[in-house]
């Protein structure tokens, strides 16, 4: 029997007829096929509303499998370039690939799934109605609706009130509902916009977890976020956004990157034992604080002080948290 969870996507369009393609910018045969093996690449992707900059020269890949933050207070222009991947919003400059298809590409939206930032399903409609219109809109075949609606409200925890109606449905149940639709289909990309804005702790962790199920899966994750604990919780890599421009891009480990500073707890030390080779130590008490040493050298300072005949009872480098490094990173692009 086909399994919810491990079968292939079947096709479904994520956005509504009305909105129409748009028209391509011209693609080089090298960049098409550069793109095709990845879920996401932009080259100097831009965006402008009248004088207002939403999105300026963002080149970015997201591969397969992957979740990808984009990470950026208010207003930096996260939805933007959702709007821009699923053919919501043209670009103004630059180029961006999808699945390996130029973004807005009819039949590519098939295999996206896309939760908007703002929406609103008809309230008279149950969720499970809610998901039959867009699995009818999707194209899904009629014999796979049964399945790949009680598949979406598994995932999302609402299948104990999938006959209720969305107008009663309290805010954090609607944006379930809204990821449910997001899941239809088993796209090969999930893009999310900020999905978990109107959820409880306990949401906040059921949709981490199906964020990191859908990547088991296969899935390419593309998550809009400012909640900085969520971003650094499910993402592989994670690009800074901050009004219109990408400040900072990589995995969490290079956006984390310490600052050379590494505690030792120690006892037995000589208080007279040179260390200098390792930088200008801070001692207080037991702990002594090295800073700006590279990690290769914390084995060898650690097997320094211990050949000095002291116990070492703990080595602590020191990471900064996401949210230290992300106001770091706008107070320098504010310089
Ligand atoms: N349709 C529009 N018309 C005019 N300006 C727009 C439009 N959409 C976005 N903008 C502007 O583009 C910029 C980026 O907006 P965007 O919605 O992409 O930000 P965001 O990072 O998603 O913010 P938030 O965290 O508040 O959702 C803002 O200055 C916004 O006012
Ligand atoms: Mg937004």
């Known amino acids: 029997m086909r399994s919810w969870a491990s079968s292939p996507p079947t096709r479904f369009s994520r956005l509504p007829p009305r909105f129409t393609d748009p028209t391509p910018e011209p693609v080089s045969a090298g960049e098409a096929a550069g793109a095709a093996s990845l879920a996401v690449h932009t080259q100097d992707l831009a965006k402008r509303y009248g004088r207002t900059v939403a999105l300026t020269a963002l080149t970015m890949d997201v591969r397969r499998a992957e979740v990808f933050g984009f990470l950026g207070p208010n207003g930096a222009g996260k939805t933007t370039a959702v709007k821009l991947l699923v ?5 103004t400059a630059g180029q961006a690939w999808v699945l390996g298809a130029p973004a807005g ?18 309230p008279w409609l149950s969720a499970r109605e809610v998901l039959g219109l867009h699995c009818q809109l999707a194209g899904i075949a009629a014999a ?8 979406a409200l598994a995932w999302v925890g609402l299948a104990d009130r999938a006959d209720d109606r969305v107008g009663g449905y309290s805010k954090g149940m609607q944006q379930r509902l ?14 999310l916009d900020e999905p978990t804005s109107a959820l409880d702790p306990v949401g906040r962790h059921d949709v981490r977890e199906i964020i990191r199920r ?10 809009n976020s400012h909640l900085l604990s969520e971003v650094e919780q499910v993402c592989d890599r994670v690009a800074v956004v901050d009004r219109g421009r990408v400040i900072a891009t990589g995995t969490m480990a290079e956006i984390l990157r310490g600052d050379g500073t590494v505690r030792l707890r120690v006892q037995g030390l000589d208080p007279a034992a040179r260390l200098g080779a390792f930088g200008a130590p801070v001692v207080e008490g037991e702990w002594i604080t090295f800073t700006g040493l590279e990690p290769e050298r914390v084995p060898e ?6 050949r000095r005949g002291a116990r ?24």
């Open 87 to 91: 053919g919501l919003a043209r670009p």
């Open 105 to 122: 590409d009819r039949s590519t939206r098939r295999r996206l799934g896309y939760l908007p930032e703002l929406f609103r399903y008809q």
């Open 144 to 151: 796979s609706r049964r399945e790949e609606i009680d598949g």
């Open 178 to 191: 809204g990821l449910g639709v997001a899941l239809l289909g088993r796209p090969e990309l999930v893009l």
């Open 214 to 223: 859908l990547k088991a899966n296969g899935t390419a994750v593309f998550l």
């Open 301 to 306: 300072l650690v097997a320094e002080v211990v």
């Open 312 to 335: 070492v009872y703990a080595v602590e480098p020191r990471t900064r948290s996401l949210e230290e490094r992300f106001l770091q990173l706008l107070r320098e692009s504010e310089a």
